[in-house]
């Protein structure tokens, strides 16, 4: 876990994702009561598969399965139907629950329709961890919960996202911009600034686990380039723990070059071919919504990997869609402009795709 900044961390409170269907350009979330009558009620998972009962229906026989590459754990139900999967070295749990639409009609036409909950587990999960108590408190917990999940996070700072506020007047969510402009603009530096993390965002000091401290920039308020979206989410308000920079001690490095190549979770999706291009992945139907997937976007930046996203599913187009954010819309989005974000096909993105972890 990270220290906490100088100011307090916001009051996340359990709220529905219903709650943020405000506004046109951010989330919406449509909870179908047949799809709700359909999720089981929240239990607790034990190592002996049983038949339970929930306040409406029998649920039925629940087994685990071992599958490889990666090597994970499934909990099914019935004839097979998946509850749940946990990846072997990895804190992020993908979880059935209510469906939900993730859109953003300013900026793209694409719908993302999906019955999977991300959330983070408090330990990375291991072969057996169904037997642990930590998970089985864990799971009563979360399994059914309608909480924000990471899915939800991310799109509470694509533009026209409500400003949220905790108790000391901090906004740790709302519309977030990328970066401030760029006074020199030249060919390679880009139309705005990046360098944007988390605490700039918020406008207050961050002190790190190590101790080391970091003060925000004025002129970066309220912004967050494609990295500083990912340690958002994840760390900030996911409490994944952060490291102050890239190579400085354990949690999640400072950028995507850095989130690519460090011992963080695991890569679901290596890098292949030589550097400094390296080659695009020739399979990517291993990605489960919640991966992190980096870019080589820019030859002069030699083997380094320049961009960030997160994988949301495949759209309502059968294309499979992720949300970064970047100059072109100048924040979090999973738009269209400056490039579709998809990872099929052959557009900017998708033949910029190098690899992808699981935290």
């Not at 469906?99 to 330990?123: D, G, H, I, Q």
Request: include cysteine; glycine fraction near 12%.
């Amino acid at each position: 876990m990270s220290a906490k900044p100088k100011r307090g961390r916001p009051v996340l409170h359990g709220v529905t994702v219903i709650a943020l269907l405000v506004g046109s350009a951010y989330l919406t979330v449509e909870l179908r009561k047949d799809e709700q009558a359909k999720a089981p009620a929240v239990q607790a998972i034990t190592d002996i598969p049983h038949l339970r009962s929930g306040s409406a229906t029998t649920i039925g026989l629940q087994t685990w399965e071992r599958l490889s590459n990666p090597d994970r754990s499934v909990l099914r139900i019935g004839d097979g139907d998946i509850l749940a999967t946990f990846t072997d070295g990895a804190r992020t749990a993908t979880l059935t629950g209510p469906s939900r639409t993730f859109r953003e009609p300013a900026n793209t036409s694409s719908r993302v329709v999906t019955e999977n909950w991300v959330r983070l587990m408090p330990e990375a999960w291991t072969k057996g961890a169904e037997k642990e108590q930590w998970f089985k408190d864990w799971f009563d917990e979360y399994y059914g919960s309608e909480r924000d999940d990471l899915l939800a996070i991310a799109f509470q700072y694509v533009g026209g996202a409500p400003v949220k506020r905790d108790d000391e007047g901090v906004p740790y969510a709302g519309d977030a911009a990328y970066g401030p402009l760029n006074p020199d603009n030249g060919e390679r530096e880009g139309l705005r600034l990046e360098e944007s993390d988390f605490y700039d965002y918020l406008g207050i000091p961050y002190t790190f686990r190590d101790g080391t401290t970091k003060q925000p920039e004025a002129a970066r308020y309220r912004s967050i380039d494609c990295s500083g979206f990912i340690r958002t989410v994840f760390g900030y308000r996911g409490r994944y723990p952060l490291a102050a920079a890239d190579g400085a001690g354990e949690g999640l490095p400072r950028t995507a070059n850095g989130m690519a190549r460090s011992t963080a979770g695991v890569d679901v999706i290596g890098l292949s071919g030589r550097a400094p291009q390296y080659e695009r992945p020739e399979t990517i139907g291993v990605l489960q919504p919640g991966d992190l997937v980096f870019f080589k976007l820019d030859a002069w930046t030699k083997s380094r990997l320049d961009h960030i996203g997160m994988y949301l599913g495949t759209d309502t187009d059968g294309h499979q869609i992720f949300i970064s954010s970047r100059e072109e819309v100048n924040g979090p989005t999973m738009g269209d402009e400056g490039g579709a974000s998809r990872l099929d096909g052959d557009g900017y993105y998708a033949a910029a795709f190098r690899s992808a972890k699981r935290l």
